[in-house]
Nanobody, 124 residues
Framework: QVHLVESGGGLVQPGGSLRLSCAAS????????MGWYRQAPGKQRELVAR???????DYADSVQGRFTISRDNARNTVYLQMNSLKPEDTAVYYCNALILEMIGLSGRKENDCWGQGIAVTVSS
């Protein structure tokens, strides 16, 4: 079974920076898109940034120019560098990945995988 483990969240003052990491582990054959979503209290989960295996990146308008997504394909890891953080960035951030997983001896299955979520709080 594939697992996504996030790290790097916490409390930061407005204008500060944080770097989130998400590492995928398990019987992974390949990873297509990897990205980050967030959910603030009382709001729906929303896309923050996404990176495809082809190198295409997408950002929410609200984070464009402040956040940067990157991947280390050799380590099956995706990062989110967050700069100039604002109180409205406060949310639980979730890692997401579309993973082709090996099943049994020769089977394969594509899974839409989620991490457990990590809290980011921007407050003075």
């Amino acid at each position: 079974q594939v697992h996504l483990v996030e790290s790097g969240g916490g409390l930061v003052q407005p204008g500060g920076s944080l770097r989130l990491s998400c590492a995928a582990s398990g019987r992974i054959l390949s990873i297509n898109a990897m990205g980050w979503y967030r959910q603030a209290p009382g709001k729906q989960r929303e896309l923050v940034a996404r990176s495809t295996s082809g190198g295409t990146t997408d950002y929410a308008d609200s984070v464009q120019g402040r956040f940067t997504i990157s991947r280390d394909n050799a380590r099956n890891t995706v990062y989110l560098q967050m700069n100039s953080l604002k109180p409205e960035d406060t949310a639980v951030y979730y890692c997401n990945a579309l993973i082709l997983e090996m099943i049994g001896l020769s089977g394969r299955k594509e899974n839409d995988c989620w991490g457990q979520g990590i809290a980011v709080t921007v407050s003075s």
